[in-house]
Structures are given as C-alpha cells and as structure tokens.
C-alpha cells in the first residue's frame, strides 16, 4: 500500500519537516504523550541493560524515555533522517547528562548496526511511512530472537466522529478538522494506531498486545494550548503548499487563546489525540531475515 500527498516525495515523508519551530513543538508533543508512552515501554518489557533503537527519533524524548529505562548499564541508539532533529537530539541528552544513548542520521531502510537490539520502538513514525509493514519489518529484523517491539501510533480520524469536547467546542472541531486534512494531505496515515494490527502482521511479526489512551485537557493552565498552537505554525506552510484554506492564514496565538478562553467559558474538556500502542515479542523465525 503506497500513500503519497500531494507532491510528497516516495519512501518517508514527513510533512513538518525539522526546523527550531518543529522541534519545539516536539518537545511540548513529548511532554504530553510520555506517560502514555512509558507505560507502553514498561507493559512491553523494556528493563535495565537492553540496548533499544528508536526508528524516527525526532528530538530524543523517545529515546531519553527509553534511556531511563534501560538504565546505564543499557543503551539506546536513536535514528531519523532529519540532520537537524539529530542535532537537537544529541544536544539535548548531553544536556542532561545521558551517556547511554546516542543518535545517528539515517533513513530506516538503510539502517544497519551488527550487534543487534534487544527491543524495537518508534512513536509517531509508521504514519509518515509509505509501506510501514515493510518499514517496520526491515527494522524489527534487527531486533535478536524473543527481543521486544513496540510502537505507538496517534489515530487521529477517532475524534472526526466530533466526540472530541465536551461541551462541544467548535473551535475544537475546527481545529481537529483542518490538522486532520493537511496530514492526510501530506500523505500521512490518520489510523495508523488503528492500523498497528495489521502492520505488525505485514511486518512478519506475531499478534501484538495493543491498547488505545487519549488524555481530558482543560483549565487554564494546561499545556494543550500551547501544543495547538505550535502545531498550526508548523503545519501552516504545508497547508499553503497543498492550496487548503481553513485556519491556513489565522494567527495561531489567537487560535490557541481562543480555544484556551472557549474551554475555561464552558468550564469543559478537550479530548487529545488517541494514540495506540502495540508491543509484541520477536520469534526465531525473523532470525537472519
């Protein structure tokens, strides 16, 4: 299966790109799903002393999450094609002091390392992916026999039902609206979580445990606003590019004090994208593959 937007280029596509702007937004991003993402981790089997590649490393809290939990007598090697989002990435680990984890700049094709792994992970990768079964499959050969993989994916079409708030936000539904149509137009997989089944089986992997989580946010002082916002400023330049209207020219500090100002009116909730997490264990099988 091949999805390609609007000009995307064939292999990854991922429509954001890495400027100072993105990878803010990845760090708010970050702040927002670790929870969901560690638990993932835990459930899996990630413990102290694996050494664990992280496929679509962005700006390392991926694979700082992971680094925490295989503890220093472990180690982490994290990869993504983006120069910038490995430069970040190793700036920020040094800035705190990680000595087991480390970043390298490749595509996950072409990725290589001859000691092996002894776990897989990834969040938010296998949607930018064009044939993500074969993606993960080409990764997850790497990982040694009974070795732990583990993805998590946003399944960003649940909340096009418009079960999104509560009271119903319309500014919320806006915005759902408008961020769901630039990703898929950019080529993006909106039920990629959903998806995560399938994709491990075409990956030649076993059955994988999976479970959705999404979080309620609200009051004045959450993070989500500024999430919304640093989101709009990174997708609107793609949006331009694929001729979308919509929220494309609002300012996006407006938007986000307007949702905050909707939100504390109605004294209600926002629900945050639903992510999925899938873990299983590698068989002998993939052995050499």
Not at 139 to 151: D, S
Not at 264 to 272: I, M, N
Request: a negative charge; hydrophobic letters at 40%.
């Amino acid at each position: 299966m091949s999805r390609k937007g609007r000009g995307s280029p064939p292999g990854v596509h991922y429509l954001l790109g890495h400027t100072d702007d993105e990878l803010r937004r990845l760090d708010v991003q970050g702040a927002l799903f670790r929870p969901a993402t560690q638990r993932a981790f835990e459930d899996a089997g990630l413990v102290p002393g694996m050494r664990v590649l992280d496929i679509g490393c962005g700006s390392g809290d991926v694979s700082m999450l992971a680094a925490s939990l295989v503890g220093p007598g472990g180690a982490v090697v994290g990869i993504d094609r983006g120069e910038e989002a490995v430069r970040a990435a190793g700036e920020r680990a040094a800035a705190r002091g990680l000595a087991n984890v480390e970043f390298r700049c490749s595509e996950i094709d072409d990725f290589t390392d001859d000691r092996g792994f002894d776990a897989l992970v990834g969040r938010f990768v296998l949607m930018h992916q064009n044939r993500p079964g074969e993606a993960l499959g080409r990764a997850a050969a790497q990982v040694r026999p009974g070795g732990v993989v583990c993805l998590v994916e946003s399944y960003m079409d649940a909340l096009l039902t418009g079960a999104h708030s509560f009271p119903h936000s319309p500014l919320y539904d806006e915005i759902v609206r408008w961020k769901s149509e630039v990703v898929e137009g950019a080529g993006a997989d909106l039920h990629a979580g959903a998806r995560l089944p399938i994709t491990f089986a075409e990956a030649g992997l076993p059955h994988p445990t999976t479970r959705i989580e999404s979080r309620l946010e609200g009051g004045p002082d959450s993070d989500y606003y500024r999430y919304v916002q640093l989101s709009l400023e990174s997708m609107q330049p793609d949006a331009r590019r694929q001729g979308l209207g919509g929220l494309v020219e609002a300012d996006p500090t407006e938007v986000a004090d307007r949702l905050r100002a909707e939100v504390l009116d109605s004294g209600g909730t926002l629900v945050v994208w639903p992510v999925v997490a899938a873990w299983c264990r590698t068989d002998a099988a993939m052995a050499g593959d």
